[in-house]
């Protein structure tokens, strides 16, 4: 069942075309890697999908309901998808000023207007889960970067959206703690939650992803099963970026 | 020429009376300019439609202009031109039977918008604009952002300067003597003049305003110290 679909999506800053018409349609539970040069708009095309960017032109279809034109949106179409989406940022984000525990309960309470008990035991069990449970009554200073991204995916997993937006997780990280997110993100994909993820981790795009998109200058290059993209690229600027990854697409 | 204790322990004792006022005129202008200046901030970081660019000049003209000036401006406009307004609106109500607090009030309370403005623009910068893509993406309305994210991580950051702010706003409170208010400054030159030792009267009433300002450094201080402490803010 298709979960997401957008078509022909367009963005300019000023003069700017960072996007030149990108198509993408994924299905519910499907994990699609997003890999592609910097600069190449992967970042913003993520950001068009939960509004934080506004499109120029483009259609975009969310779940069952929400069905848009990026061209027009209005601020209930906002709402809503910024309601059944969520997104875990390069630089964590977390709000400076919570705790850990109400890091992940603040968009539960806030805007989903959810009991504050409620949201307790649902941020403990998604605390649980990303292996953050004794560090719930921290603030985000006193944790790594790698501690505070696997919040991150906390808070964006407890609000069960239709749509988990990845925006490169682990760039910010020291590379030893790399692992644990990514080890938390396979776990977030075992679980069947939909999910878009730019990343530079090519080793987890063959391994985790459903699909993997090629993206270069604003606009998709290839895209198909990881096995496809990293054994057999048909485009030479697939061949070309890959061959900078040599061991970890070859392994 | 010497320097005689007694008189300025007598004018200390005489000033301090109006302790009151120069706490007052600067505390009701600070919490008036914390609101308007927070509702002028908002406005500006939102780029609101046409009201942004209009603020925008209104607080670059009022941030050039010396505070004695716009006090003794309020009190000419007021003198002249408030019986003519009052007629014609058929109050009863005559400038010389209003206390010309109000006029000290008004003019500080400017002071205090336009530089709280600035405060809470220069704290709102500070927050990464990241912090209110995350506010947006967990599905917050703007208003809950406000609420929930860019007020709690600014106000630390201003708490310090507001205090400066509330400092400054009492050293210049000295001028609205000049509109015609009894503070302790005013009360310091009237006791000098009785005995001749102005001096001593000053130096009096300097000690005094450095008192108030030592304790309100000592106050912010501690309320920084708290929040600060609570959110440790990792450099």
Redo the contacts between chains.
Sequence with gaps: MLQVQVEGLKKRFGGNEILKGVSLAVDKGEVVCIIGPSGSGKTTFL?CL???EQADEGTYALGEKIRCDFSHIGSNTR?EV??H???V?Q?Y?????MTVLQNVM??LV???KMSKTKACDIATDMLERVDMLERAGY?P??LSGGQQQRVGIA??MA?VPDLLLFDEPTSALDPELVGDVLAVMRQVADSGQTMIVVTHEMQFAREVADKVVFMADGVVVESGTPSEVFDHPKQERTRAFLSNFNISARR | MQFNFQAMVKSIAYSIHYLGITLLIPFVALVIGVVFGLIIALLRYYDAKVVAPVLQVIITLFKGIPIVLILLALYLFCSTAFDPIAQSLHWSIRFKNINTIWIAIVGLSIMAIVNASEIFRGAFASIRKGQLDAAQSIGMTRAQTIRRVLLPESIPVALPVFGNLFINLIKASALCSMVGVVDIFSAATISGQQSYSFLEAYVGVALIYWAVVVCIEKGTGLVEHRLTGKMRRAA
């Design positions: 950001r939960n509004l934080l709402r910024s309601m989406t969520a997104m940022f630089t984000e977390l709000f400076q000023h603040e968009g806030v805007p989903r603030y200073s006193q808070r964006a609000l």
